[in-house]
C-alpha cells in the first residue's frame, strides 16, 4: 500500500517571502499522479496544483511550484510571496495510476502553514 | 450552479441511531468517494464508487454502508452511530483516474 508522509505538522513564513512544505512517498508503481490540497478554515478542500509522474518538469500555478524528485519519492511545495490568504493546512496526496485503483487519494497527515504579517 | 453538493453541513445524533449524510454532483463524474477527517489527521478514504451501482472498501469501512443507484448520488450510511464516527466527511467526485478531486464542504458529525 502507498504510503505519504509530511515531516512538518507546522511551518511559518512572514509575508512576501517564500516557504517549501515537504512530501515524501512510497510506491511500487511506476505511474501515478501527486497532489497539493489547501484546506483553510472554511474547511473547503482546494486543489492547489497537480503533478504527472511520467512528466519530468515540475508544475507550476502562478505563486506555487513543486519539486519532483521521482527517484527520491519527494515531492515538495514551494509557495513564493507568500500572502495572508495563503494561511491553511496542506496536504500532500497521490494517486495510482492504475485503473483497478479505483482512482483513491491516499493523503498525509498535513502540514498547517501560518502567514505572519 | 454545477458542483458537488453535501448534506446537511452539521449534524448531532446519538450512539446507536442510523444516520445518511448525502452527496450529489452536477458533473456525471464516474468516480466518486467519501473520506473522514479527525482532528490531527489527513483524510482517510471509507468507500469509493467507480461508476453506478460499482463501489468498493477504503481504509475504513467498518460501520458504514454506501449505495450508487444514480451517477449523481453517493450517500453515506451510519447504520448504528458510535462515538468514534464523530468526525468531518467529505465526498468528492473526479472524471476519470487522471483528473483532480473535486470535493464537498464537508458535514461535520457529532455522535453523542
Known amino acids: 500500500a502507498q504510503t505519504v508522509t509530511q515531516s512538518q505538522p507546522e511551518m511559518s513564513v512572514q509575508e512576501a517571502e517564500t516557504v517549501t512544505l515537504s512530501c515524501t512517498y512510497d510506491t511500487s508503481e511506476s505511474d501515478y499522479y501527486l497532489f497539493w490540497y489547501k484546506q483553510p478554515p472554511s474547511r473547503q478542500m482546494i486543489l492547489v496544483i497537480r503533478q504527472e509522474a511520467y512528466k519530468q518538469q515540475n508544475a507550476t500555478e502562478n505563486r506555487f511550484s513543486v519539486n519532483f524528485q521521482k527517484a527520491a519519492k519527494s515531492f515538495s511545495l514551494k509557495i513564493s510571496d507568500s500572502q495572508l490568504g495563503d494561511a491553511a493546512m496542506y496536504f500532500c496526496?497521490?494517486?495510482?495510476?492504475?485503473?483497478?485503483?479505483?482512482?483513491?487519494?491516499?493523503f498525509g497527515e498535513g502540514t498547517q502553514l501560518t502567514v505572519n504579517p | 450552479d454545477a458542483g458537488i453538493t453535501q448534506s446537511p453541513r452539521y449534524k448531532i445524533t446519538e450512539t446507536g441511531r442510523q444516520v445518511t449524510l448525502m452527496c450529489h454532483q452536477t458533473w456525471s463524474h464516474s468516480y466518486m468517494f467519501w473520506y473522514r477527517q479527525d482532528l490531527g489527521h489527513g483524510l482517510r478514504l471509507i468507500y469509493y464508487?467507480?461508476?453506478?451501482?460499482?463501489?468498493d472498501k477504503g481504509e475504513v469501512p467498518d460501520g458504514y454502508v454506501v449505495s450508487r443507484s444514480k451517477t449523481e448520488n453517493f450517500p453515506l450510511t451510519l447504520e448504528s452511530a458510535t462515538r468514534s464516527q464523530t468526525s468531518v466527511y467529505f465526498c468528492?467526485?473526479?472524471?476519470?483516474?487522471?483528473?483532480?478531486?473535486?470535493f464537498g464542504d464537508g458535514t461535520r458529525l457529532s455522535i453523542l
Open positions: 496526496a497521490y494517486r495510482s495510476a492504475s485503473e483497478t485503483s479505483g482512482s483513491r487519494l491516499t
Open positions: 464508487s467507480a461508476a453506478a451501482d460499482i463501489t
Open positions: 468528492a467526485s473526479s472524471e476519470s483516474v487522471g483528473s483532480p478531486q473535486h
